[in-house]
C-alpha cells in the first residue's frame, strides 16, 4: 500500500533557528511530489518536485528530492513566527492520485 | 481502513449534466472540507461543515451544493456541469487542531 511518512510530528523552534522536515514515501508509480504549507484554511501550495537532486527555493524555504532513497527534505532558514503552521507532503503517481502524510506541526516560539 | 475515501476516483462527463462526488472519513472528526484544486495546484477552499452545519461557503457557483447526511460523509453535488469545473477535487476532515486529512482526489473532466 503506498504511504507517505512525514517527520516529525510537530516540531517547536525558536524565531531564527533553521529546520527541516522530512517526508519518506513509499509510492507505485510515483510521479512527483508536492509540499503545502496549511495555516487557517486552504493549503498552500509551496513546491513539486519531480526530478532527483535538484534543490527548489522560494524566499527562505528550500526542497530536493531523493528518488533513489525515497525522501523529500523541506528546509526553513531564518524562522519567523508565521511561519508557524502545518507542513503537508505529498505524493502524484502517474494516475494523479495523490497521497498525503500526515502533516509536521511547526511552531515558531518569538 | 482508508480514512478518507472519495467516489469516483475519476469522472468524466459532458457539459450540462449533473454528478455528484461523495466522500467518507471513519475518523470521527467533525469537520468536513472540499477543496478545488485548480491547474497551478493552489488549494482553494469551497465549503466546510462542522457537525453536519455548514460553516464556510466560500464565492462558489450556486450549481455547486454540498450535502451532509451525517457527520462522516460530505457530498458534493454539481449542476449543469461546465467546462471550468474540470479539476482535482479534494474532501478532507479535521478534528481538533490545524491538521486536515484529504481524501485521494476526484479528478473531474468536462467533455
Known sequence: EDKVVQSPLSLVVHEGDTVTLNCSYEVTNFRSLLWYKQEKKAPTFLFMLTSSGIEKKSGRLSSILDKKELFSILNITATQTGDSAVYLCVCMDSNYQLIWGAGTKLIIKP | ?111
Open chain 2, 1 to 111: 481502513d482508508t480514512a478518507v475515501s472519495q467516489t469516483p476516483k475519476y469522472l468524466v462527463t459532458q457539459m450540462g449534466n449533473d454528478k455528484s462526488i461523495k466522500c467518507e472519513q471513519n475518523l470521527g472528526h467533525d469537520t468536513m472540507y472540499w477543496y478545488k484544486q485548480d491547474s497551478k495546484k493552489f488549494l482553494k477552499i469551497m465549503f466546510s461543515y462542522n457537525n453536519k452545519e455548514l460553516i464556510i461557503n466560500e464565492t462558489v457557483p450556486n450549481r455547486f451544493s454540498p450535502k451532509s447526511p451525517d457527520k462522516a460523509h460530505l457530498n458534493l453535488h454539481i449542476n449543469s456541469l461546465e467546462l471550468g469545473d474540470s479539476a482535482v477535487y479534494f474532501c478532507a476532515s479535521r478534528a481538533r487542531g490545524l491538521t486536515q486529512y484529504f481524501g485521494p482526489g476526484t479528478r473531474l473532466t468536462v467533455l
